[in-house]
Each structure stands twice: as structure tokens, then as C-alpha cells.
């Protein structure tokens, strides 16, 4: 049986509102083989961004392309975006992504994937999470501020101490910050996200980290699950979700906070510093500490 040769792959780039994602998405279906959407800032109709990579094996044909370009803007009623288009040769894809997954310092953290096998450095907290299906492996500068910022918690001394305290990690997706919860503070934590594959990612995840027995996980609507409510209060609540999911939660998880704890907000960008701090502000929430790490801004409440 002969085998295909590999082919070159083409990656067209472009940023476009979310309501215009299934006109384009439609439109360019018979010109490439597989599509994969960012959501990069939050919103409404107007100001919700995505980012669309479009991937075909070998050349297309740039004059259909472009008309179905043109096509699905006429049909979004929107302005044609700007293009890129990148061209790559046949590669690893396996070996080359677990290269560009290097481990990661965040203060005492110490994140790595399965294919890294040194030892972790001396007083460091290793969390072994594989880039996979669920978001959250230490890279993005959302979760890295999550990390800095309990490092710093930890520092600090308070609100919990070794075993003594709770802790959630609201929107868990691969539950990185609850394993790091649970692994620097030996404490329960509850882990829970609305995605069923986030929370099977970090069941397992927790079972290979070894504190399986520290967490609590299940998949589940914010703080509108009972089960939330039901194992709180929470001296540090994590929640790295977007901009106005965070706003929109923000009397439930003010009420979720033991009194003198901590919360870490992060996903959103930091012209939504403002709106986020000013809901959680009427909550009787004062800011502690902000972490920029641009164009993101991890915010620690007390």
C-alpha cells in the first residue's frame, strides 16, 4: 500500500467579528480542509473578536478564494478583514508542539508537559499539565498571571495556610490553577467549568499531579450550581474566565468569598480593567494587586 506523500500546508489568517464567523466559515468550507477559531476579545455583535485560521493541504486557488472572501463579507455585512497567509513545509507537528510547550517559572510553580522528564528545581511546586483539549498550560499570560499571583498569596501568608482554608478554580478548563491551589497549600478545592471535556482534563490531571484526594470536580453553570454554594465559602476563588462573564458573576462570587479572602480575576484585557474593577467595587471588593502582562491584566481582590 502506498503512502501519501506529505504536503505542504497553507494557513490563511484573518480577525473577524463572532457573528460573522459562520458566513465565512461557510464560504471557504470547499477551499480548505479544516478551521480552527480563536475567541480573542469578548463582546457584543459589535466589538466580539475571533480569530479564523483556515489550513489546506498544498496550494489554493487565490482568485476563488478571494471572491469567497468578498462573498461571505457581502453576506456579514461587514468591511473584507485583512489576510495573512503563511506557507509551510511538510513538518513533525507531534515532536515540534511538544518542543514549544518549554517548562514554565511562575514564581515557586514550576508547569511542564509529560514530554519533559528532567527533575523540577530544588523548592519549586511542579505541575504536570499537557497542552491538550482544555485550556490552561501556563503559557498564555491570563493563567501565568493567575500563577504570579498565587505565588504571591503564598508569600503573603494569608488568607490560607497549609491546610487550613478552600479554594475554587471557577472556569477550570485543564484545572491548573486548582492543581496549584491544592498542591502549594494542601487544602480542598473545588474545581468546575460548563465544558464536560474541561472537567474530564482535570480529573485527570489531578489524579496524575497526585491530589485527586484535595479536589472536588464537576462540571457545572458558575455559581448558579448548588454544588458551589454548598462547599463554600472559598478563601481564594480563582476565576480566569472573560471580561463580562466576570462582571456578570460578580455579586455571586463576592458572596461566595470568605470573609478576609482573596479573589484572582483574569481573561480579560486591560481596557476591560475598568468595567471589571468597578463590579466588583459595588460589591465591597478593593483592589490588592494587578498583574499586567500585556494586553491581558490579572486583577487580586480582598
Not at 48 to 60: N, Q, T
Not at 146 to 158: F, H, N, P, S
Not at 228 to 257: F, H, K, T, W
Amino acid at each position: 500500500m502506498a503512502h501519501k506523500k506529505a504536503q505542504d500546508v497553507y494557513r490563511l489568517r484573518f480577525v473577524i467579528p463572532k457573528d460573522a464567523v459562520e458566513a465565512y466559515e461557510t464560504a471557504l468550507e470547499p477551499h480548505f480542509g479544516a478551521f480552527l477559531c480563536f475567541l480573542i476579545e469578548d463582546g457584543g455583535p459589535q466589538d466580539g473578536l475571533w480569530m479564523v485560521d483556515a489550513y489546506s493541504d498544498g496550494p489554493f486557488d487565490q482568485a476563488e478564494v478571494t471572491a469567497a472572501l468578498s462573498l461571505a463579507a457581502q453576506v456579514a455585512g461587514i468591511p473584507e478583514p485583512d489576510l495573512t497567509v503563511e506557507h509551510e513545509a511538510p513538518r513533525n507537528w507531534l515532536a515540534e508542539n511538544l518542543q514549544s510547550f518549554p517548562p514554565i517559572r511562575a514564581g515557586r510553580f514550576f508547569v511542564h508537559g509529560s514530554h519533559w522528564t528532567d527533575r523540577a528545581p530544588v523548592g519549586s511546586i511542579p505541575l504536570l499539565v499537557d497542552a491538550a483539549t482544555a485550556f490552561g498550560s501556563g503559557e498564555h499570560q491570563s493563567t501565568y498571571g493567575c500563577l504570579l499571583a498565587l505565588d504571591q498569596i503564598g508569600k503573603e501568608g494569608g488568607p490560607i495556610a497549609t491546610g487550613l482554608g478552600k479554594g475554587l478554580d471557577m472556569g477550570c478548563g485543564s484545572g491548573i490553577l486548582g492543581l496549584a491551589m491544592a498542591k502549594r497549600w494542601k487544602i480542598p478545592v473545588v474545581a468546575t467549568d460548563i465544558d464536560e471535556e474541561s472537567v474530564r482534563v482535570t480529573r485527570f490531571n489531578a489524579q496524575r499531579n497526585g491530589v485527586s484526594n484535595h479536589m472536588t470536580i464537576f462540571p457545572g453553570d458558575g455559581f448558579k450550581t448548588r454544588a458551589v454554594q454548598e462547599n463554600g465559602p472559598y478563601d481564594v476563588i480563582c476565576a480566569n474566565i472573560l471580561a463580562r462573564p466576570l462582571c456578570s458573576m460578580a455579586r455571586e462570587l463576592s458572596a461566595a468569598l470568605a470573609p478576609g479572602g482573596r479573589v484572582i480575576l483574569a481573561g480579560l484585557l486591560e481596557r476591560q480593567e475598568t468595567m471589571v474593577r468597578s463590579a466588583y467595587q459595588m460589591q465591597g471588593l478593593r483592589l490588592k494587586r494587578r498583574i499586567r502582562l500585556k494586553p491581558w491584566v490579572t486583577l487580586v481582590l480582598e
